[in-house]
């Protein structure tokens, strides 16, 4: 009888101390869909970004990747996703910009009607290298390097056909009046190993994936792509600085499903343009190689809107068609 007088009593007062007590809506957690596989630039930026959006939002962020297709299905699967802000895509500017030129009549999504604009997270910079074993030094170095013999040294490697260092080299090549030849990898990875293994004779790619080789010696960074040099690598100089009418600025950001309410997307804006400008994780995408900027939608809207405008000539010209 003690016992069970015990037992009522310590439920009682539970039930009198939760009585006043509001009930709290937990939100769901944020998902940050990435259409790439875990390791590479884009998905440990994403990763970064989510764990300081979290405590802003004070809700959980989690990172869900979704490879495949070059990352169209991770595209497709925000487009179908309730347009409530529990699910994001963070995208590099490759699946809004280019895809719809180079797979024209083939995505099954609008960039502009599927998707409304959150924050543009981060410029990163496209850099050429080849292997320190070759006796390349310089850019123009490789150019000379080439025209001696295309057949042999004229191979470069990207990390995705249809991507922007793809289009990038192919833009370089017509600039240099050399005869390169675009070989994809499936990532950055596989396309590293092949041009440390000598099966092609530069790579084109991020300059944040290819950091670790070029401070290891392994890689020489010949030129880089953007209007103004990488602050991860000073002493290298632009494509324009070095003589060709080259520059692109590529980024990574963050779209919401299309209907999403304004009021929902400035506050993930807010998260996102904090969690960037926080001086620990700024520092740290710098070092990295990236370039944080927290723009929000309407100035997100216009980047995108200009940057889908410049690449529909250059893959025009190039004549690339999926498959290639």
């Known amino acids: 009888m003690a016992l069970f007088r015990r037992v009522f009593l310590c439920h009682l007062f539970a039930a009198i101390a939760g009585a006043g007590a509001p009930a709290i809506a937990q939100e769901p ?41 070059a990352g169209r299905i991770g595209n497709e699967l925000v487009k179908a996703a309730p347009p409530d802000g529990s699910t ?10 280019i895809f719809p030129h180079s797979y024209a009549g083939q995505l099954r999504y609008d960039p502009f009607k599927d998707f409304t604009p959150v924050s543009h997270v981060a410029n990163f910079v496209l850099g ?14 490789y150019v000379a390097w080439v025209k001696a013999d295309p057949g042999k040294h004229g191979f470069f490697a990207s990390p995705a056909a249809g991507s922007i260092p793809h289009f990038f080299g192919a833009m370089f090549g017509r600039e240099a009046g050399i005869d390169l030849t675009h070989v994809p990898y499936k990532g950055t990875a596989p396309a590293l190993q092949a041009l440390l293994a000598g099966d092609v004779g530069a ?4 300059t944040a994936d290819i950091k670790p080789l070029v401070a290891a010696g392994k890689v020489r960074l010949l030129a ?6 990488d602050r991860a690598f000073p ?6 600085e070095l003589g060709y009418d080259l520059a692109a600025s590529p980024w990574y950001a963050l779209f919401a499903p299309a209907g999403t309410p304004s009021a929902v997307v400035d506050k993930l804006a807010r998260a996102a343009a904090d969690a960037v400008r926080e001086p620990a994780l700024n520092k740290q995408l710098t070092e990295m190689g990236f370039e944080p900027t927290g723009y929000g939608p309407k100035r997100l809207a216009e980047v995108l809107k200009a940057d889908f405008e410049f690449w529909k000539e250059p893959i025009r010209i190039s004549g690339y068609k999926p498959g290639d």
């Open 224 to 229: 880089v792509g953007g209007e103004t040099r």
């Open 29 to 69: 957690p944020l998902k940050l869909i990435v259409g790439i596989a875990p390791g590479a630039g884009s998905d440990i930026v994403a990763r970064l970004l989510g764990e300081r959006m979290a405590k802003t939002l004070k809700r959980p962020v989690i990172v869900e990747n979704k490879p495949g297709a």
């Open 203 to 206: 790579v084109l790619t991020v």
């Open 88 to 97: 994001l895509l963070f995208t590099p500017v490759a699946t809004m910009a």
């Open 235 to 240: 002493k290298v100089q632009t494509f324009k």
């Open 128 to 141: 050429l290298a080849v292997s320190a074993q070759t006796p390349v030094q310089t850019l123009a170095d």
